[in-house]
């Protein structure tokens, strides 16, 4: 299985900050990455597929990058509807595998 | 615009086995291939197995043993058996699709929606 580790497991960010978050897999798996925002009760949402691609009807503010084993999920500008879990999630091969998710809570 | 809605028993005992269901509505099951997700409370996603139209299935191996993901066509619908359940099955369980296309500039690439509204699926005696 290919494992994938995020970080920081959570972080503080004050409205109108820049957020990034990094997510590292224990393999290459090119640019097939997701990343999925999840806020409390509720199922993730995607916001990028294929490492950068911007999920239709996302904000611009959230952006993807990387490709190989090392890739990130930014929030330029974060709002305050931006606090949140974020998963990122291989699509390289199954079985399909997640981050252990990354909190993004209000400073 | 396609939607899942998704049902079963919320309480189970250990050793019984778990029955989830969800129905598509607002497209067919050909094409993609529709996933079962869960999430223990507190804690991160794992992805159970996921199944097409045909009934070609991928299962995690970590619960191969025990899983079992069918289709039925006729009411649109997939579902998911999980046998010998245990307190570390207590979990939000989602359905979702899991979308696929191809772009010349990214190839092919996947992502897991739309997604059920989830089920929490306790185990206790």
């Known amino acids: 299985d290919i494992q994938m580790t995020q970080s920081p497991s959570s972080l503080s960010a004050s409205v109108g900050d820049r957020v990034t978050i990094t997510c590292r897999a224990s393999q290459s798996i090119s640019g097939y990455l997701n990343w999925y925002q999840q806020k409390p009760g509720k199922a993730p949402k995607v916001l990028i597929y294929?490492?950068?691609s911007l999920q239709s009807g996302v904000p611009s503010r959230f952006s993807g990058s990387g490709s190989g084993t090392d890739f990130t999920l930014t929030i330029n500008t974060v709002q305050p509807e931006d606090f949140a879990t974020y998963y990122c999630r291989q699509t390289y091969n199954t079985p399909w595998t997640f981050g252990q998710g990354t909190k993004v809570e209000i400073k | 615009q396609v939607q899942l809605q998704q049902w079963g028993a919320g309480l189970l005992k250990p050793s019984e086995t778990l029955s989830l269901t969800c129905a598509v509505y607002g497209g067919s099951l050909s094409g993609q291939y529709w996933s079962w997700i869960r999430q223990p409370p507190g804690k991160g996603l794992e992805w159970i197995g996921e199944?097409?139209?045909?009934?070609?299935?991928n299962y995690n191996p970590s619960l191969k043993s025990r899983v079992t993901i069918s289709v039925d066509m006729s009411k649109n619908q997939f579902s998911l058996n999980l046998n010998s359940v245990t307190a570390a099955d207590t979990a939000v369980y989602y359905c979702a699709r899991r979308h696929w296309n191809y772009h010349i500039l990214t190839g092919y690439y996947n992502y897991f929606d739309p997604w059920g509204q989830g089920t929490l699926v306790t185990v206790s005696s």
């Open positions: 294929a490492a950068s």
């Open positions: 199944i097409n139209h045909s009934g070609s299935t």
